[in-house]
């Protein structure tokens, strides 16, 4: 997923990684500010992911919100 999609569109995205990602917390959204590493970062901390299991699943759920569709 591109950083950009992600740092344009993160007002909208916020409810959708937060129902995604249940543990992170406002603190943790308001702090990941759109910043794909970032939450990636959260995401590997928060769930024990492998850095290429928190990509995987970062996209997957991209994928499946229609992100990729909206940004071509």
């Known amino acids: 997923m591109n950083s950009d999609?992600?740092?344009g569109q993160w007002k909208q995205l916020q409810g959708g990684v937060k129902q995604q990602w249940g543990k992170l917390t406002d603190d943790d959204i308001a702090s990941i500010n759109g910043d794909r590493e970032v939450l990636l970062g959260r995401i590997q901390e928060l769930y024990g992911r492998t850095r290429e299991e928190a990509?995987?699943?970062?996209?997957?759920?991209?994928?499946?919100?229609?992100?990729y569709a909206a940004s071509r």
């Open 5 to 7: 999609v992600i740092k």
């Open 55 to 67: 990509e995987k699943e970062l996209e997957k759920w991209a994928a499946a919100s229609g992100l």
